[in-house]
């Protein structure tokens, strides 16, 4: 926890508080979340996807952001997910999925759409899936932020979350 001198101390602005509050919580949620053995986050990943699949607002969405997991980072598995995206985008002419690609090293990206998880992605130097700048057909591929239409769903990973929905990110920007 933060020493109570720091939070009153005149010296520290409130943005440097809330830096080393999130630095804390991120150091606990990290902590307890190593304590999850692999048959409860196939569970918890389990409710999530079923919670997800049977919400009527996913079930209407069409242009959708969503993330691709990554093992080592303990994220809630998106594979079932973006599968059944996918799956949607191939039955609905007017449904697209966009994932991110990191740009630089400054974790720059862009939400790039694609259309098949086993042709589309490719490992990053960090080890994680992330799209190819061109399709199969070598065309750059299409941008969520030059898309016409708005997005309908953004699937966002995170550390932790609240029940009003506020999310702590990993702190990389």
């Excluded at 009153?8 to 804390?24: D, F, H």
């Excluded at 079932?80 to 090293?105: C, F, N, W």
Aim: charged share 25%; hydrophobic share 35%; with cysteine.
């Amino acid at each position: 926890m933060i020493p109570m001198a720091t939070l009153s101390s005149p010296a520290g602005s409130s943005m440097e508080i809330v830096r080393l509050q999130k630095t804390a919580l991120r150091t606990i949620v990290r902590r307890e979340l190593r304590k999850f053995s692999p048959e409860v986050r196939v569970q918890e990943d389990e409710a999530i996807q079923k919670h997800l699949f049977s919400a009527e607002w996913y079930q209407n969405s069409k242009r959708i952001c969503a993330y691709v997991s990554c093992a080592s980072l303990r994220e809630v598995v998106t594979s079932h997910i973006l599968s059944d995206l996918l799956g949607k985008q191939r039955q609905y002419a007017d449904t697209k999925v966009y994932v991110p690609r990191v740009e630089d090293m400054e974790s720059q990206m862009r939400m790039l759409h694609i259309t098949n998880m086993d042709d589309d992605l490719i490992l990053n130097h960090m080890n994680i899936l992330e799209p190819t700048p061109l399709d199969s057909s070598g065309n750059p591929r299409d941008e969520v932020m030059q898309a016409n239409e708005p997005l309908d769903l953004l699937l966002l990973p995170g550390l932790a979350f609240d029940r009003k929905g506020g999310r702590l990110g990993r702190g990389g920007g």
